[in-house]
């Protein structure tokens, strides 16, 4: 079983405040984590490598400091990482970003091949929820979105898929997309030879640029992408009290429900 997860490093967005000039967030100094939904895809593959046998390959798209979230996954047990960086990948939105992740997973799956991409549902910065259906969508792979608890039978995955009006149990055969969310699994700390082994002196993530993944430069990059950010702001919370009067407490009642006709609310 081989399987490939994408992860994307993403600010600690506890702690990220926003510029309210620029309407940018302010990165500096703000710790980066792996993407919370990521790392529950990437427990659940190495779950299914440690029963069914296979690989778990984990690719980042983002600059070197992205190698961080890589290793870590490595130390979790992941057992090939790639770092998907170029400056002509820079400024991508969510379509160019799933062109690129396509190529990439193309590309790691040379060797083996793949039989499940894991994405997570959403990442918490750009918060679309876009990139996983949209590189199934490129790869003409059937996606499950929203996966709470996974089984492989045979060549097929039976997944319990959440949604708010109550669950489905879906049945798909591999290879398969599938994005996950935080009630599929507890991921696991990483081990103390997984440090060790990863943060070793050799680095073990390798780098891929366009020069291996030939991505069409007219379809990426910040101004080939299809959508560009206008503005991002941090919507202004306004409280309007009344207070309601009257004589007695039968006159505050008669008075509210006047207020509140008068708004169409009853
Ligand atoms: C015009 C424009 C310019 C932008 N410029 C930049 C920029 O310069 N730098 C920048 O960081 N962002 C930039 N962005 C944001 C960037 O496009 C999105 O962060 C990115 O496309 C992923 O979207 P998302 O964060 O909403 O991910 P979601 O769709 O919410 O992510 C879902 C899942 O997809 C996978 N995934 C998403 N992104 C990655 C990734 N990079 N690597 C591996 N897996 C991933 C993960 O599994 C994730 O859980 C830009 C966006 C626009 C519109």
């Known amino acids: 079983m081989n399987i490939i997860v994408c992860m994307k490093q993403v600010?600690?967005?506890?702690?990220?405040?926003?510029?309210?000039?620029?309407?940018?967030l302010i990165r500096d100094g703000v710790p980066s984590i792996i993407n919370p939904d990521d790392k529950n895809a990437l427990e659940e593959a190495l779950k299914i490598r440690d029963i069914h046998g296979g690989k778990v390959k984990v690719?980042?798209?983002g600059p070197m400091q992205a190698k961080n979230a890589l290793k870590e996954a490595l130390a979790m047990g992941a057992d090939e990482a790639y770092l998907i960086s170029d400056r002509v990948f820079g400024g991508s939105d969510t379509w160019a970003t799933a062109m690129i992740l396509k190529n990439a997973i193309e590309y790691v799956a040379k060797d083996g091949g793949v039989d499940i991409v894991f994405c997570g549902r959403q990442?918490?910065?750009?918060?679309?929820?876009?990139?996983?259906?949209?590189?199934?969508e490129f790869m003409d792979l059937p996606q499950i979105t929203y996966t709470k608890e996974l089984?492989?039978?045979?060549?097929?995955?039976?997944?319990?898929?959440?949604?708010?009006?109550?669950?489905?149990?879906?049945?798909?055969?591999?290879?398969?997309?599938?994005?996950?969310?935080k009630?599929?699994?507890?991921?696991?700390?990483?081990?103390?030879?997984g440090i060790f082994d990863a943060y070793d002196k050799e680095d073990k993530v390798m780098v891929l640029s366009n020069a291996e993944l030939d991505v069409d430069l007219t379809q990426i990059g910040v101004k080939n992408s299809p959508t560009n950010v206008y503005k991002s702001f941090v919507p202004v919370k306004e409280k309007h009290n009344e207070i309601i009067n009257g004589i007695n407490d039968k006159e505050k009642a008669a008075n509210l429900v006047n207020v509140l006709a008068d708004l169409k609310l009853i």
């Open 11 to 24: 600010p600690n967005t506890n702690e990220v405040r926003i510029n309210q000039e620029t309407g940018t």
């Open 183 to 193: 009630e599929l699994n507890n991921p696991r700390y990483p081990s103390f030879t």
């Open 59 to 61: 690719i980042s798209m």
């Open 123 to 136: 990442a918490i910065d750009g918060d679309t929820a876009q990139v996983g259906p949209e590189i199934a």
């Open 151 to 181: 089984k492989i039978e045979g060549d097929s995955v039976i997944v319990t898929r959440y949604t708010e009006t109550g669950d489905y149990l879906l049945k798909a055969k591999m290879p398969v997309l599938l994005t996950a969310i």
